[in-house]
């Protein structure tokens, strides 16, 4: 199967991301050291381990490193802006890089709102407190989760509709490329049987028709 037909880029994987348990062990590589499955490849829509990027199946699709923020699970927001639309979700600082959560942290029932900053604000999904204003969600399955069904798949980066795009334009040219593979055998047929005939035809003895003569008459004799 050809890469572009396998890349899955309208959503389903975000949903499948999302709903995952991740930092299980690999059954494929369980022998070998940090065998734990804290990478999502976009393309398979699964997840796999280190030792499984560098194999053939793997190699060359898109992948998400998933990290461990707090015992939950969060993504480099360098790695995930360039499928998904990341604005107005909280980020925060690990080793020195930008993340998001996954999913919305759990929190007590009684929990209330922060009242240390001034810009404390509350996701509009699960009500969790958020540090900045300007954001409103706290997870991606919080922004997702607010969005109707027929409107989730724009939350999608702009890179990640133009890949959608460019499917649907290599399928379109591959149902071309059949209609054209189909006339190209008709034609190739309507040519055999052509050459068939003719070659019939010249086997054949040509039979020249001649026109019937009349009787001849003599002159009479005087």
């Known amino acids: 199967m050809n890469l572009s037909e396998k890349r899955n880029v309208d959503g389903d994987w975000m949903e499948t991301l999302l709903s995952l348990e991740f930092f299980g062990t690999c059954m494929d590589h369980k022998y070998l050291r940090k065998n734990e499955k804290n ?45 998904f639309d990341c604005s107005e979700i909280q980020t925060y600082k690990i080793n020195g890089e930008k993340a998001i959560h996954l999913n919305s942290r759990p929190q007590a029932k009684d929990a209330r709102p922060s009242t240390k900053s001034k810009n404390a604000a509350s996701c509009v999904t699960c009500k969790r407190y958020i540090q900045d204003r300007p954001n409103r969600f ?27 795009v460019e499917k649907e334009h290599y399928n379109q040219e591959g149902s071309l ?26 086997l054949r003895p040509f039979m020249r028709l001649l026109k019937r003569k009349g009787i001849s008459q003599r002159s009479p004799l005087h």
């Open 138 to 164: 706290c997870s991606i399955s919080c922004k997702i989760s607010s969005a109707p069904p027929k409107k989730r798949k724009c939350c999608l980066s702009s890179e990640a509709e133009h890949i959608v």
């Open 39 to 83: 990478v999502f490849c976009i393309d398979c829509n699964v997840e796999i381990c280190r030792h499984c990027c560098n194999t053939e199946a793997h190699f060359v699709h898109r992948r998400l490193q998933i990290c461990k923020y707090v015992y939950q699970d969060v993504l480099r927001l360098l790695d995930i802006q360039h499928y």
């Open 177 to 202: 490329e059949e209609k054209k593979s189909s006339l190209s055998s008709s034609l190739t047929d309507v040519s055999e049987d052509s050459e068939a005939l003719l070659s019939n035809l010249s």
